[in-house]
C-alpha cells in the first residue's frame, strides 16, 4: 500500500527550462511534505519542505506547491541545470518523525 | 564538518548468517534513523531512537532485525539469518533533536547489503 506516490519514473528537461516532478498521497494525515534529492552512491540530501498549512514554499531556483485537496504536491524548478540531474524523493510525516518516502522521479538536464 | 558515516559501505553475505551495519550519527545529534531502499524503491523506515531508546520501530520488518544505540551515539543494526529478501541498501539519517519531521535528518551513504 503505497502511500506516497511518484508516478514518474523520469522526467528529462532541457537546461534553462522549468523541471516540474510531481508527488501524490493518499493518507489525509500527513502534515508535512519534504523533498530529497540522491545522487548515485550517496545518501539523500534535503532539499525544501512546506508544511499542511501553507500552498508554497519557495527557495531560490526550488518551489514546492500543496494541493491539499486533491492530496498532490509539486516541486518546480526553475531554471533548470545540469548539476540537477538526480533522483528525487518525495516524503511525507503524520506528525512524527518516520518518513513515508514516495518511489523516486530520476530527472535529467541535458544542454 | 563531518557527516553521517555508515560502515562497511558493501556487504556480501551468505543466505542464514548474521550481519551488523555501523551508523555513526553527526556529533551531537540525539535523533538516527535507519532506513532500507530495495531496488527501484525509495527508502523505507525501519527505526528511529531518541538518546539511547528505541522511539519508534515500527517499521522493522520481522523479529530478525534488531537495533542498539547504547551509548546515544553510534548504533548498530543487526540482521539474523539473512535471506536473500533482504538484500538493499541500509541508509542511516541523524537530526539534531527529532522531535518532528521539520527537524532535517542528515542521511549517510548507505551500507549496500547482498545476500547470496
Known amino acids: 500500500d503505497q502511500q506516497v506516490k511518484q508516478n514518474s519514473p523520469s522526467l528529462s528537461v532541457q537546461e534553462g527550462r522549468i523541471s516540474i516532478l510531481n508527488c501524490d498521497y493518499t493518507n489525509s494525515m500527513f502534515d508535512y511534505f519534504l523533498w530529497y534529492k540522491k545522487y548515485p552512491a550517496e545518501g539523500p540530501t534535503f532539499l525544501i519542505s512546506i508544511s499542511s498549512i501553507k500552498d508554497k514554499n519557495e527557495d531560490g531556483r526550488f518551489t514546492v506547491f500543496l494541493n491539499k485537496s486533491a492530496k498532490h504536491l509539486s516541486l518546480h524548478i526553475v531554471p533548470s541545470q545540469p548539476g540537477d540531474s538526480a533522483v528525487y524523493f518525495c516524503?511525507?510525516?503524520?506528525?512524527?518523525?518516520?518518513?513515508?518516502f514516495g518511489t523516486g522521479t530520476r530527472l535529467q538536464v541535458f544542454p | 564538518g563531518a557527516g553521517v558515516s555508515q560502515t562497511p559501505s558493501n556487504k556480501v553475505t551468505e543466505k542464514g548468517k548474521y550481519v551488523e551495519l555501523r551508523c555513526d550519527p553527526i556529533s551531537g545529534h540525539t535523533a538516527l534513523y535507519w532506513y532500507r531502499q530495495s531496488l527501484g524503491q525509495g527508502p523505507e523506515f525501519l527505526i528511529y531512537?531518541?538518546?539511547?531508546?528505541?522511539?519508534?520501530d515500527s517499521g522493522l520488518p520481522n523479529d530478525r532485525f534488531f537495533a542498539v544505540r547504547p551509548e546515544g551515539s553510534v548504533s548498530t543494526l543487526k540482521i539474523q539469518r539473512t535471506e536473500r529478501g533482504d538484500s538493499a541498501v541500509y541508509l542511516c539519517a541523524s537530526s539534531l533533536t527529532g522531535q518532528g519531521a521539520h527537524n532535517e535528518q542528515f542521511f549517510g551513504p548507505g551500507t549496500r547489503l547482498t545476500v547470496l
Open positions: 516524503a511525507a510525516s503524520a506528525n512524527t518523525d518516520k518518513l513515508i
Open positions: 531512537f531518541q538518546g539511547t531508546g528505541a522511539a519508534d
